[in-house]
């Protein structure tokens, strides 16, 4: 059974950073998944001018994970990366997990010890859109979704604001099909992140505000009749 015992080099990793104690859940969530820390310190060491990716976990469930309340929990682990060079640390990636089941074909892995289950997709590929079956099985419009940056250690409550899904539809029916996510590249810039259901049947046009000087697809209301809806 899991001892919720911080990983030697993840414990490295806040004292290097010089982490407070009481900050050390959100480490310890990241030592549910790491068995150690090389592939985060190569993503960080990764600066790019549009905006420099970071690994994130996300979720309805990460308040639970950082307790060590990990039994079938479900998290995003995100890297926002605009590159694509974390697709080429992806062996990297796998050696620095604990032991786990082998991938399923929907991108998440879960861990034998922990049993808890992660979406990998975005830190093996380069899909800027997450294709993601069953969406509110990872975050919700209607419970505190949080995310964890790597670089600060600290665990933060996403604003209502920042998940989007279809204007028509309320609750859980918005995110259902398709969501985006506001969040933030490494030094803090906005970003966008979409994810949608593969099975995805609504037809939609994309709302693209301004944010942080770039245009962002924020969110979607549905398709007037005649009226040319979004080719995924």
């Known amino acids: ?22 900050l050390e859940a959100s ?9 150690k820390s090389d592939w985060c310190d190569q993503v960080l060491k990764l600066n790019l001018a549009r905006g420099s990716p970071v690994p994130i976990l996300l979720g309805k469930d990460l308040a639970e994970v950082c307790k060590g309340n990990t039994h079938g929990k479900n998290l995003l682990l995100l890297v926002n990366d605009w590159s694509g060079e974390c697709f080429f640390l992806r062996d990297c990636f796998f050696e620095c997990l604990q032991d786990h ?15 808890l289950n992660v979406y990998v997709h975005d830190a093996i590929y380069t899909a800027e859109w997450l294709p993601i079956p069953n969406i509110t099985r990872f975050i919700s419009s209607q419970k505190d979704v949080f995310a964890l940056y790597y670089h600060r250690n600290k665990v933060e409550k996403l604003a209502i604001g920042n998940i989007q899904g ?3 539809y309320k609750g859980e029916e918005a995110i259902k099909e398709i969501c985006s996510l506001k969040l933030e590249f490494r030094g803090g810039e906005v970003v966008y992140r979409v994810l949608k259901d593969p099975s995805m049947a609504t037809k939609v046009v994309n709302v693209r505000p301004k944010d942080g000087g770039r245009e962002w697809v924020s969110g979607w209301r549905k398709a007037r009749p005649g009226e040319q809806a979004d080719i995924f």
């Open 1 to 22: 059974m899991h001892q919720n015992r911080l990983h030697p080099d993840i414990m490295d990793h806040i004292t290097r950073q010089a982490i407070p104690p009481q």
């Open 27 to 35: 480490a310890l969530a990241m030592s549910f998944i790491f068995k």
């Open 101 to 115: 089941e082998p991938m399923a074909a929907n991108s998440v892995v879960t861990f034998k010890d922990s049993k």
């Open 166 to 168: 279809i204007q028509e």
